[in-house]
């Protein structure tokens, strides 16, 4: 009976630890519900898609911390949402000490140390939604705090990581090797995979073994067309540091009463659009390897022949927007460039004025070739969504957005790119030819907008 009378105590002592800890599980497993964190191993200012997906968690009342780099000012909808927090993590560019491999092996295991760190600091969210790539070390490391949290990882492929560093390292490169082993291994680790394209979906199956769900890439509401009330003000603020954007006749003494595109008409007051306007082609880039705008520039200089041996063209203006470590190499070729009726001009927009400036453009122009032929370039779906005509350089699944003759022109090198621009702006600024019926099928398209594309496939997952 002693025996009994003692072990009765420690008996209840174990069942109190036992309840203890199911009940801390229990509250672990709870307190993260309404929380979510939205990662990228990136700038955010430059990772639209992550912000969307934070957008679209605050929206649907869940709070969210989204973390990445702080080098660009995310869009202004993001910064006032009350249920959205910014958790910085510090870019590691000036990392450089000893042989590159050493460099690289360094950088891996520094970024793994901030981002747990960051990811430990935050409140327990009930999920972690990881852009991929960078997936190395950001998948590990987010895996790992998922086991510490309780929370379920959700990975967001946008391609492949191995791939975009086979553009620099080649493909067989041992690092190249390492990442792709990485990446297949370490997708396993999730709980929800979600994918750009249904050619990546497909591949992620097939080669991986990892089952996701196709999210393609869809405007924000904020993508459409400009009106010219607003394209006045955003011409002429452009203006103010970047010459093409003024008129040629006052390009001495600019009054700042009217831009090359725009002008108030005197007697009624109202914006107009002058005949003898340039046309404005646009392209936005990350300035990386997987874009070589030498094609453009080729195709250009066949632009600028074909005015100079008398082709009915029209001046052209070619804003190249966005930051990137190939920025001033590109910069030095179009600086040898002496052309008189088209002029360049590289610039960086402010979130609120990329949308603006797309919605005003007469043409786009997409140099995107995608590492893995898997991944679709997010800058056509925002130009769709202002019903802005593409011409976009072919790669494997690009007709899961570009439809060639129906949206846009899919050309493969400078010289058909330069016959399909000479076409294109025969007549500029006729509301004739494939131009002007490319919008017109664009405008009919009514294709669905990010916020009910993601409360299809995403909400459901949560």
């Known amino acids: 009976m002693a025996g009994v009378g003692a072990a009765l105590p420690l008996a209840l002592a174990l069942g109190a630890v036992v309840l203890a800890v199911m009940l801390w599980r229990r509250a672990v497993a709870a307190g993260g519900a309404g929380r ?47 249920r959205i927090r910014l958790v910085p993590v510090s870019d590691l560019r000036s990392l450089r000490v000893g042989p ?8 891996v295991i520094v970024q793994a140390v901030q981002l747990l760190y960051a990811l430990l600091k935050i409140e327990q969210p009930s999920y972690i939604l990881l852009q991929n790539p960078p997936g190395l ?102 203006a103010k540091d970047h010459e093409p954007f003024r008129p040629r006749t006052e390009s001495v003494s600019w009054s700042a009463q009217s831009s090359a595109f725009t002008e108030v008409d005197e007697k009624s007051g109202e914006v107009i659009k002058p005949r003898s306007r340039p046309a404005l082609l646009i392209s936005s880039t990350s300035w990386t390897e997987d874009e070589d705008f030498s094609v453009l520039l080729k195709a250009l200089e066949g632009y600028e022949y074909a ?26 070729l179009i600086n040898q460039l002496h052309f ?27 140099l995107h070739k995608s590492s893995s032929g898997l991944d679709l370039p997010m800058k056509v779906v925002d130009m769709f969504g202002c019903c802005l005509p593409v011409c976009a350089i072919h790669f494997e699944c690009l007709h899961e957005l570009v439809k060639h003759e129906e949206n846009g022109l899919i050309f493969k090198d400078s010289d058909e790119l330069a016959e399909q621009l000479k076409m294109l702006f025969l007549g500029f600024p006729s509301l004739e030819g494939k131009l002007h019926s490319f919008r017109k099928n664009l405008r009919a398209s009514k294709q669905p907008r990010w916020d009910e594309s993601w409360d299809q496939t995403v909400l459901p997952l949560l």
């Open 36 to 82: 979510v964190c939205v990662a990228v191993l990136g700038d955010l200012g430059r990772s639209p898609r992550m912000q969307y997906h934070a957008l679209s968690l605050a929206r649907h009342g869940r709070d969210v911390a989204l973390l990445g780099y702080l080098q660009s000012r995310p869009h202004g909808d993001v910064l006032r949402s009350e």
């Open 307 to 332: 005015i100079s041996e008398g082709a009915k063209l029209p001046s052209l203006v070619c804003v190249i927007t966005g930051k990137g470590p190939l920025k001033d190499y590109y910069n030095g």
């Open 137 to 238: 070390p950001g998948i590990a490391v987010a895996w790992a705090a998922c086991l510490f949290w309780r929370s379920k990882l959700i990975i967001d492929w946008h391609n492949y990581g191995f791939t975009t560093m086979s553009l620099t390292h080649g493909r067989n490169h041992p690092l190249v090797r390492m990442a792709e082993w990485y990446e297949k291994l370490c997708g396993h680790l999730s709980d929800h995979n979600l994918c750009v394209t249904n050619a990546m979906k497909e591949d992620l199956w097939v080669n991986c073994n990892i089952r996701a769900v196709t999210l393609y890439d869809k405007p924000a509401a904020y993508f459409k067309e400009t009106p010219l009330e607003l394209q006045h003000p955003l011409f002429l603020k452009l």
């Open 340 to 366: 008189k009726h088209i002029q360049i001009c590289t610039l960086w927009l402010e979130a609120e004025d990329y949308p603006l400036l797309l919605g005003s453009a007469d043409l786009g122009v997409c």
């Open 100 to 107: 590159k491999l050493f460099q690289y092996v360094l950088k």
